[in-house]
């Protein structure tokens, strides 16, 4: 999933930013919508790589990380 919004975005990101000025226009892009094109672009390049395998792994492994904590349900206060 996240490698297809990488690369929806990236697709958009080219259509948009390296044709050149008039082609948000032609595409039907306003100005706010270009900007939102950048940050899921941002988003899809930077941040979904860095942060889905640590939030995976989370996910995966939350009886191990429940027993390095420590379960505090069933400490008594």
Known sequence: MAQVW????DTLKT???AIGPAAPPLVGFSAWQTELVALGYQ???LI???ILPVAIWFVLYRDY???LVGDQ?????
């Not at 349900?73 to 206060?77: A, G, L, N």
Request: hydrophobic content about 50%.
């Open 6 to 9: 990488g690369v929806g975005f």
């Open 15 to 17: 259509l948009l930013f």
């Open 43 to 45: 988003l899809g390049f």
């Open 48 to 50: 979904l790589p860095s």
């Open 65 to 67: 990380l429940a027993t």
């Open 73 to 77: 349900r069933t400490t008594p206060v």
